[in-house]
């Protein structure tokens, strides 16, 4: 009970705090919100093309049934730690994509609706971690650096562990 | 990468459908996901317009800095050779609090700049994989886009997972840290 509060109360207060330390710094508060929005709003304008991409492909194949047989290949592994195997292209997708993780998580809580067993488990993997390949092909490709080998070998090993310990906790 | 996984999902999609006779639902579903990408993104977008907004004014009035500061002790522990180097820690101050604050247009100019620093000063080898994996650990105060979708498909409770998400995203951070703290430089090569 008192988690589930944490996780409540956060946004709010997280808010609260926020403007009184703005009413105390003495900004312009409105004309900051203003600011930040219209920065928000760019920012959906220009993930909505890679999110149409993303989602279409997903859709296109769950509907062809090529989901199903991912599924059922890998099915036999993840069973062994009884892991839900409607996650499993989640888990596949999330070191690659960030809006490919969206798009498929999308079609898991349109299947199975957010508050299930595998929408909180696949909220949790999706939430907990960035896309590992594209944090490193971002700054590293960047700055030209290339020894990123065992960079990727460490953060798979660690999202492993990350959803175990999700599948441990729900 | 994603290009080519974009590309191969498609392709594959097509294959399937010749094979179970799905071809009408392939088209459908051409419609079906344009639709949806579409829906997603109105159902979202009034949270994470506001949550910007919220968030700008948290870097205007200096909150994001406040919090920076305290975060000084533990960058100490995380990257002991950059000590009193503020050209790098400063840049990794500002990047590691924007990803907390779901701030990643700020991030992401912060994080190549704290890459570019260690670059100069030679010391990539020993802080970038400490430092990336800091960004992929990806733990978020308010995570908007997931809040606003588990409410889109009408979630009860859309922040209830948050605390197990936080912790996840904990265990995420200290596994890749001690992971390399573990194995030096030298002796990953031998294993990857």
Known sequence: ?170 | MIGKVWAIMIASSFFCAVINNKMNELGNAILEGTDQAINIILMTSGAIIFWSGIMKIAQDSGFTGAISKLLFPILRVLFPNCAKKWNILNPICINFVSNIMGLSNAATPSGIKAMQEMKKENLLKTNAAVFLIMNMSCIQIAPTFLVALRKSFGSNTPYEILPKMWATSIVFLLTGILLIKIFKNEKIDKIA
């Open chain 1, 1 to 170: 009970m008192i988690i589930e509060n944490i996780g409540t109360f956060s946004a709010p207060s997280l808010i609260v705090i926020i403007l009184i330390f703005a009413i105390k710094s003495k900004i312009n508060i409105f004309d900051s919100f203003i600011k930040g929005a219209k920065e928000g709003l760019e920012c959906m304008i220009s993930i909505l093309p890679a999110i149409i991409a993303l989602i279409t492909a997903v859709t296109m194949f769950k509907f062809s049934g090529a989901l199903e047989i991912i599924i059922k290949l890998l099915n036999p592994i993840f069973s062994l730690l009884k892991f839900p195997k409607e996650c499993i292209p989640l888990l596949i997708m999330k070191p690659i994509s960030g809006s490919g993780s969206n798009a498929i998580l999308n079609s898991i809580f349109e299947s199975y609706g957010p508050d299930s067993y595998v929408g909180k488990l696949s909220s949790i993997i999706s939430g907990s971690s960035e896309a590992i390949f594209y944090i490193v092909s971002t700054y590293c490709g960047a700055i030209k650096f290339k020894e990123t080998k065992n960079i990727i070998f460490f953060a798979l090993i660690s999202f492993i562990a990350s959803v175990l310990f999700a599948l441990f906790m729900c």
